[in-house]
């Protein structure tokens, strides 16, 4: 696990607590937005675009990050 771990980080030339920081962030962010789905469907008012918002967010961020 720790090969495999070591060949990743290498792979996305990031530190171990620079690909935390943005495993974590992009997690919150894909959270955040299914939340905001799930609320969308319940209540269609709401969030109208912010859930496909936060997703072409996050293909711009990882896009531009890889």
Same mark, same amino acid.
């Given at each position: 696990m720790i090969k495999k771990s070591k060949e990743h980080l290498n792979s996305v030339n990031e530190s171990y607590f620079e690909h935390m920081n943005i495993a974590t962030n992009v997690g919150l962010k894909?959270?955040?937005?299914?939340?905001?789905?799930? !609320?969308?469907? !319940?209540?269609?008012? !709401?969030?109208?675009?912010?859930a496909s918002n936060k997703i072409k967010e996050?293909?711009?961020?990882?896009?531009?990050?890889?």
């Open positions: 894909m959270l955040s937005g299914g939340l905001m789905a799930l !609320i969308h469907g !319940i209540v269609p008012g !709401i969030f109208q675009t912010d996050l293909y711009e961020f990882i896009n531009k990050n890889r």
